[in-house]
Every structure is written in structure tokens, then in C-alpha cells.
């Protein structure tokens, strides 16, 4: 199953209504993740351009996709960023493919120098 990276920035009033009343975020984000049929394996909150990030496993694409769609459909979030995460064997897979295309008649021309 896939791995995602998402990264998030709440709207100012939702810190506001965490801070009046506590609540666990990673427990309604890994419910959510569960309804698509995905694991949240990691829910940090964070310092920097993001309150918060989160590591999931989806089923596949199209499972994260709307995972991510119903969780920003409310409203509570100013951005949200997902990522698409590959392993060693699949990064070492992604470059034989890549090597094996480029040594035939690639279809990748890199940018002509004009002076």
C-alpha cells in the first residue's frame, strides 16, 4: 500500500477553539484515514510553515485523494499538502526504468541552449 506525507495549516479560529477546548486531532484524523481504508502510522504537531503532519498508508491514490478531499471539505484547514512517498526498493525500481528508457531513443530532450 502506498505511503502519503501530508502537511497542514489550520485557520487561526480552529487553534483558538484546540486552545479553549482540548482535543485529540490524531484520533479524529486516524478515523478518517481508517474510513478510506488507510493506516495512520505517524501525527506530529509541528513548528515552521505547518501546524501539523502525518504520515499515512492508503490502499491506493485514489483512497488518499478522498480521504484528503473529506477532511478539507470542512473547512478547518488554511492549507493542506499531500505527498506521494516511495520506498528504497521502489525509488531503486522508479531508476532502472528511468536508466533503461534514457539509454534507448528517449523522448526527453533536456532544455537547447540558444546564446
Known sequence: ????????KYKDHEVKAMLENEQNREHVVSLAVEAFGGNLHQFFFCFGSYDG?????????????????????????????TTALFNVEEGMAAMSHANNVMEGDSPYQAPSRTH
Open 53 to 81: 503532519i502525518a504520515i499515512s498508508e492508503f490502499p491506493d491514490s485514489e483512497a488518499a485523494l478522498a480521504c484528503v478531499m473529506t477532511i478539507t471539505s470542512h473547512g478547518g484547514l488554511a492549507r493542506c499538502e
Open 1 to 8: 500500500m502506498p505511503f502519503f506525507l501530508h502537511q497542514w
